[in-house]
Each structure stands twice: as C-alpha cells, then as structure tokens.
C-alpha cells in the first residue's frame, strides 16, 4: 500500500518556474474521438530563476504525435506526467516549442481537460487540466496571452478573449490579457445565446451573451440581468470595469462544480443559469444571483491577480467569495445574507475544521489540488477579509484593494504579498493576523463576566484555545476581532458594536461607570469565526432574541435557545417551556421585522447543527434520537403557534406575477415556513392544495417537499414526476426531495430504488448528487444504525470513482465526522473507507480522501 501512496507537493518546495512564456498559439481540429491540438509556444528563460535548469512540460494522457523546438524535431519521450526536455537540448534564449498531440474528449468521463456534454465540447482545466490538452507548463505562475483557432462542424466556436476571425467550420480568439493556462476555456456547439449589451464606466462596449442549448433560451434573462448588476456594482464598489469586447457564459449540463471563471468564458452548470418560475425556485434564482457574480468578481480577483501557486487558492476564492457576499448582501436583505453565511459557514467549514480534514485557509501541502477547493479555502478564506476589513476599517480595506489591484495586476501572488498590501495602505502590523492563514481549527471563545455593583465596573474576560487539528498540535493565540454591544436591562442599547481585539490568551475588557449590570451581545455580526463558550441562561437568551438591535446576534440568541432545548430533548423527554414558546410567538408577531428574516427566526437548526453542538459539549450524538427530537419539536411549536402560522399563510401571498425580488421570496419564505409547520397538524390539507394550484415551482416544490416530509406525498411526487420529466434540472430536484424527506429507516432503501430508475443517470454529477447527495443530507437516514446508508454511498463511490474521481472524493467527505460517533457506528463508517480505500486502481483524489479521513 504504502509504496503506491501518490507524492504528496508541499508549499516549502515552491521554486520560480525556469521559463515564461512570451505568446500561446493553439489550433484544436475537433473529434469527439480523435481530436488534434497543435501548440506553438514562444519560451524565454525566467531572470528570477536558477539558470541552466531543464523545462519540464505537463502533460497527461496525451499522444504526442510529433514536436520541434526551433524547427527542429524533439527526441524527448514523454513519461506518464509529462516531458522533460533537458537543460543542454536548450537553446540559450528565448526560444519556440511547437507540438501536435491527439486526444479523445468522448471518453472524458472525468469532466476535467476536453470532454464533450450532450454533443458540446467543453474544457474544464482548473486546477490541472490543461495538461489533458496539450503539454505545457501548467502553473498558475506561468502567464501568457493566448491565440486560438478552432476548427469543426459545430456551428458555434468559442474561445477566451476576443473574436478576431471566422469562417465556415472555423473561428480564431485572440487574448490579450496574459492568463495562467488554468483559465483556458473552449466551447464548441450547436447553441443559441441569449444576448445583451453593456457599456463600462471607462466607455467600452460589451457584447454579453449566454450560450445554451436550443430550448434553453428562454431560461437566461435573470442570470443575464444579475450578470449586468454584478458589472455595475464591481464599478461602483471596487472601481473595477470589463476589460474586453465580449463576455459570454455558457451552459452545460454535466459539470463536475457550480461554475468556472475562464477569461471571458466562464463556463456554468445549467443548474446555475437557467430559470423560470415555473422550473427554479427562489433558492435557484438566488445561487444563480450569486454565482454568476462570483465568477464575474473573478475576473479581478483571480484572473488579472492570479496565484503564485495553488497553495494561494484563498488569494482568489476567499476574496471573491467575500466580494460575492458583499454584492448578495447589498441586493437582498443584509441580515438575512449574513445569517445564511454564517449557517452554510458552520455546517461545512466548522464540521470540516472539527473533523479528520481539518487544514489551513492555506495549506502546506496536498496530494491532489483539487481535494483542496473546501469550504475552508472558500469561506472560511471568505472570512478572514470579513475580519480584515472590520479590523482595518472599511475606509483602509478600500484603499488597500485599490493599492493592491495597482500594484499587482498582471501578477501571480502569494498571501504575503496581499498582507503586504495591507500593512502598507494601513501601517497596520499583521504578522499575528497571519496566522489565521496558516494555522488550522476553530477557536473557542470562553467569556467570562463580573460585575461590582458599588463602581458600575463591568469586565469582560475572554480567552482564546484551538483545539489541536492533523499535524498541528501546538496553536498560537490569533487576533480576534470581537464586536460587542451592552444593552441595558431594560433592554436600551449602553453601547453600540465597539471591536475588542483579543490578541492574548486571556484579556480582560473592562466598562466603567455603567448604571446598571448590562447585558453583552458578543460576537455581533458574527464577527470572527469562532465557536462562543458563554453560559448563558435560557432567560438572558429570551431577552436577547428580544431586544438585541443586532439582527445577527438577535437570530443568534434565537438559535441557542432552540440548540439548546433540542439538545437537552435529543438526551432525555425533555419538553419546551413556555418561555421559549412564547418567544417565538413574539418575534413571529413582530410585524416591525421583515418577513425573510422572521422565516429565519423560526426555522430550527438542523440536524447536523445539533449533532456538531452535541459532540461539541461532549456527548455522543444519537442520530435517530436527534431527529425525533427536532420532529416533536417543529410539532410543539406548531401547535403553539397554530392560529399565527394560518393568518401568516394566508396573509403572506404574493398577488401579481412571479417576481424573484427580495421582498416577494421574502414573503413566500415566511409563508412557506408557515406552511411546513401547518402541515405536521394538518395533514397536509393546506399543502395539498397549494400543491395543485401553486403558480410557480417555489411554491410547487415547497409544498411537495412538506407532503413528503409527512408521509403524505406519493400522488404529488407521482404527478410532479410526469408534469416535469422532460426537465433535467426540475427531476433533480424530484430526486433530490424523495431521498431527502424519506423516513430514516427508509432513506436508504429510497436512494437505492432510485438509483434503478431509467431516468438515474449517474454519470451526470448533478443527478449523482440529487440521490447521494441527498442521502447524506437526510443526516438521521444516512447515519441510521442498520449502516446502510454507509454501505449503500461507498457502493456508489467505488463505482464513480474511475468514472470522475473529483466528483467522488468530493462525495466522500460525507463521512468526516465518523469520530463523532458511537462506537458501533464508527466501526461501521472506518469499515466502508476501508473498502473503499483498498479498491485496487482507486483515484489519487479519493485514496488521498480515504486516507486523511481514516487518520
Ligand atoms: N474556480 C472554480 C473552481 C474550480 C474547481 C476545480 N476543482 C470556480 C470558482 O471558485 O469560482
Ligand atoms: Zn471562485
């Protein structure tokens, strides 16, 4: 076992690559069996490097039908990663490498280098795929324009950059801004574009089109209006404008993530373009909002700065997701955004950091990059800028960005190098700041309160630990900012969100002359990512949920209160008491608070939340125990609040037609909250009907979700089957909500059933996840003590493994929090990563998975 164990790349090791490349010219001749791409590469040797090294080429499963450096024939035979032409077969200067390969993108089950979908071809090169193209050196530090030629039957031919040429059967692209090879991009199809037009603040006129298959076009108008907010709002808030004469987005059905930002190309799961009422929910339209402007924020941060090495991967992902975050907080409701993050935040990043895969925002090392694109890099990466930002203020963050957009564009950088910028613009020391980069874990937060009466001294004492995480034992305190606020006890705000910052161990913060003992609320706007130790009564919890003007820390309260309750309720019969009840009944009355946001108060936390808080304090979580504890709780809470939640669903509709706006899915949240509550009193009496008259797919899918959940859904989920099975992306959903809402003795044998359906094609990552996915979200299900659920998702992994290892070892992570367990299960989920990991010819993604998460 141990001598097949693939190397492991570390970040120590990084060297400056030996050549850059002045200009890339590419001919692809497209084949779905036998495609030629020829390259010719203008090399020079790199004045930052070690001279008189070799040039090594990457290259993987390519056949190399011949090459020529400087005209001359190449004798150099490739190997099974690459070329390695040797330093003496060099010539002294700069010099041109030319190269015809042959390759086969039909049998791309892997969705990574050229594949084709559906008839499409299409690239995915992010992190290491261009090397399944042609042989070059394919590192983010290595930029170059780009000139391409495509030619081919399919009548639309797409490239990064501009048009310069066509013809019939071929098109040429030339790009002039230089690009590492990761943000290559092809399209070649039979496709329509929905098109639009946009002018930049610096004048120039931009083609935007969205490519989809024919059919689909009627399904871009949102994607294409986010598109232009997002345009508008980089110009407005970064002062960053579009750099070239076309944009274009396309559609594809089988792609291994959400979406990928090539120069000009960025190339999207249909999932996260396309909509209409009838077919996408409000959660749709807002990831489709979301990502579009992810992708778009790309082009900035990420592609005019790019990463020195794939260890930088926050230098791009954690700043764009946060400039995504910003954009999604500045169109919806701003609280809303940030409770939502912080809940995503917590379910994947916490879990991860808690867990068996635990690693820095930058890592020092991995196996394979692109078991490294984790919640981690992304949003706890995402995270650190929110900190950053608050520490320096948002004046310093902007001058900083504009000093690093100046300083850096063009450039492939390091984390350094970004801190640099901020110590700069700043004056700001932040080598302790560093450390959030580089040192792995969750800290906990322990807060401490005295009070003396006699001089109205109120002091603070907060300290800080991180628990130890895989190869790092030892942690050095962080700089923490706190944003804290005191509220008098008649629930009058003393103190507006001043920052502490916790540099130390252990500090004391201390408030003079206060009239009264104040009641804090910390960590507002969920200031740092850090889990809160703060015994708390039930009571100060009610008063905070009812009086904090913090609306994250007002949810927050809410949210413990009910972790909390269910945490006691999953461990003994315990019952809520009217307090609590009566609480929410307040905060659902209060008509002052927006309906989304009152939609958040009363959704409880889930399963996985409880389960992590369990382990958290202690206690072994018992899955099956946990969820009837959350079941009865959604029904007491229903029936407390019954007349409420019926006035609410029956005010709370959204006359006229479907508008994805904020203020109608904020409606429609409130209301269908309402409505999943209603339906564990009403037999599904009000979701029935909703079903059969519902206008739009928010409402049709809420309500079979909730006929579902009830045992009551079979006729729905039948008829909802034949309305849409012409749609792949609704089916997903169908798929989706059948494993997700069956009973946790039955989750498994669902997904199973399903997975024999003719309409279960596995190959396609997006209908993979809908079963699987699924299953490991029914969480009660997927850990139901038979182990089926585990053996049923290692069955399927082994099978999707050699088919497309990224989409599996992503999958895998389902088992991460096997620690957490009791010992029976535990010895369950450590049996099935056994299996899977002694599958012979098994993936370097998922061996490198198995391994780590085994420990
Ligand atoms: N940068 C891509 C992700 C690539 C994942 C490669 N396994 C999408 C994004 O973060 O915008
Ligand atoms: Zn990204």
Redesign the pocket.
């Known amino acids: 076992m141990k001598d097949a164990a693939p190397q492991a790349v570390h970040l120590d090791d990084y060297t400056p690559p030996p050549f850059l490349v002045e200009s890339v010219s590419l001919i692809f001749r497209l084949d779905p069996k036998a495609t030629k791409v020829q390259s010719r590469v203008r090399f020079v040797p790199n004045p930052d490097a070690v001279p008189g090294q070799a040039l090594r080429l990457d290259g993987e499963g390519l056949i190399l039908l011949n090459a020529t450096l400087d005209g001359t024939p190449v004798t150099a035979r490739p190997d099974e990663t690459g070329l390695t032409l040797p330093a003496e077969a060099l010539p002294r200067g700069p010099f041109t490498w030319e190269a015809e390969v042959e390759i086969a993108p039909e049998g791309n089950t892997a969705l990574e280098g050229l594949y084709m979908s559906k008839g499409m071809y299409c690239t995915?090169c992010?992190?290491e795929g261009f090397r399944k193209i042609t042989f070059y050196p394919d590192r983010p530090d290595v930029m170059a324009p780009f000139r391409v030629r495509i030619e081919s039957d399919r009548p639309v031919l797409l490239s990064n950059g501009n048009p310069v040429a066509q013809g019939p059967g071929w098109a040429e692209w030339d790009d002039p801004h230089p690009k590492p090879a990761y943000l290559f991009a092809l399209v070649a199809g039979d496709l329509v574009a929905h098109s639009d037009r946009f002018t930049t603040s610096e004048g120039r006129e931009v083609a935007l089109n969205i490519w989809v298959r024919k059919g689909d076009e009627g399904r871009c108008g949102y994607a294409m209006d986010a598109l232009k907010r997002s345009m508008r709002w980089d110009e407005e808030v970064y002062g960053r404008a579009y750099d070239l004469d076309v944009f274009n987005i396309v559609a594809v059905d089988d792609f291994?993530?959400?979406?990928?930002?090539n120069k000009g190309l960025n190339i999207f799961n249909s999932k996260y373009v396309l909509a209409s009422p009838e077919t996408a929910t409000d959660t749709d339209y807002d990831n489709i909002e979301r990502?579009i402007a992810?992708?778009y924020f790309?082009n900035w941060t990420?592609n005019r700065i790019t990463c020195r090495d794939w260890f930088q991967l926050c230098l791009?992902?954690g700043l764009?997701v946060f400039r995504d975050q910003q954009f999604s907080a500045d169109t919806r409701s701003g609280a809303v955004k940030r409770i939502e993050d912080v809940i995503a935040l917590r379910a994947r990043q916490f879990r991860e950091d808690t867990g068996p895969l635990a690693h820095p925002v930058r890592p020092d090392s991995y196996v394979e990059?692109?078991n490294f694109?984790t919640a981690t890099v992304?949003e706890k990466g995402a995270e650190l800028i929110r900190m950053l930002r608050l520490l320096v203020g948002a004046q310093a963050y902007d001058a900083a960005l504009q000093l690093y957009f100046q300083r850096h564009d063009g450039q492939a950088c390091t984390i350094e190098d970004w801190l640099q910028v901020f110590a700069d613009a700043t004056g700001r020391d932040l080598s302790q700041f560093k450390r959030w980069y580089v040192q792995a874990g969750t800290p906990r937060l322990h807060v401490d309160e005295t009070w003396e009466e006699d001089s109205g001294t109120y002091t603070l004492t907060l300290r800080q630990h991180t628990p130890p995480t895989p190869g790092q034992p030892l942690k050095e305190p962080l700089l923490i900012p706190v944003a804290l606020g005191l509220l008098a006890p008649d629930g009058r705000e003393i103190m507006r969100s001043a920052v502490l910052e916790l540099a130390a161990p252990e500090q004391g913060f201390v408030f003079e002359g206060l009239p009264a003992r104040p009641v804090p609320s910390l960590l507002r706007g969920f200031s740092a990512p850090v889990i809160l130790q703060h015994a708390q009564s039930a009571e100060r919890q009610a008063f905070l949920l009812a009086h904090d003007t913090d609306p994250f820390s007002k949810w927050e309260a809410g949210r413990a209160l009910a972790r909390n309750l269910l945490m006691q309720m999953s461990r003994a019969d315990a019952a809520p008491g009217p307090a609590w009840l009566d609480a929410m009944e307040a905060v659902l009355a209060d008509d002052s608070l927006d309906p989304a946001y009152r939609a958040r108060l009363l959704a409880l936390p889930d399963e996985e939340d409880i389960a992590r808080a369990l382990h958290e304090a202690g206690h072994t979580p018992d899955p099956a125990a946990i969820h009837a504890a959350r079941e009865k709780l959604r029904q007491t809470l229903a029936a407390h609040l019954e007349p409420r939640l019926a006035t609410l669903y029956d005010t709370m509709d959204t006359p006229g037609p479907y508008s994805p706006e904020a203020r109608d899915a904020g409606r429609r949240a409130l209301r269908l909250s309402c409505l999943s509550l209603l339906s564990a009193l009403d037999g599904g009496a009000r979701a029935a009907r909703l079903f059969d008259q519902a206008g739009n797919m928010t409402e049709q899918f809420a309500a079979l979700n909730c006929l579902l959940h009830i045992g009551a859904g079979d006729e729905a989920a039948a008829r909802f089957y034949r309305q849409w099975a012409h749609d792949r992306l609704v089916i997903d959903k169908w798929f989706g909500a059948r494993v997700r809402n069956a009973p946790p003795a039955r989750a498994a044998q669902t997904a199973e059933d399903l997975s024999r359906h003719p309409d279960f094609t596995w190959q396609n990552p997006n209908r993979f996840r809908a079963v699987f996915g699924a299953l490991t979200a029914n969480t009660a299900g997927f850990h139901h003590a038979s182990g089926a659920g585990y053996r049923l998702l290692a069955d399927w992994l082994i099978r999707l493994d050699p088919v497309n290892p990224?989409t599996a070892a992503r999958l895998s992570t389902a088992f991460e929090t096997w620690a957490r367990f009791d010992p029976a299960r535990q010895q369950m989920i450590r049996t099935e990563l056994k299996r899977i990991a002694e599958t012979p010819g098994l993936s370097r993604d998922m061996t490198e998975m198995t391994s780590r998460i085994l420990g």
């Not at 291994?256 to 930002?261: H, P, V």
């Open positions: 995915q992010e992190a291994n993530m959400g979406a990928m930002e990502i992810h992708e790309h990420g791009k992902e764009t990059i692109n694109y992304y990224q």
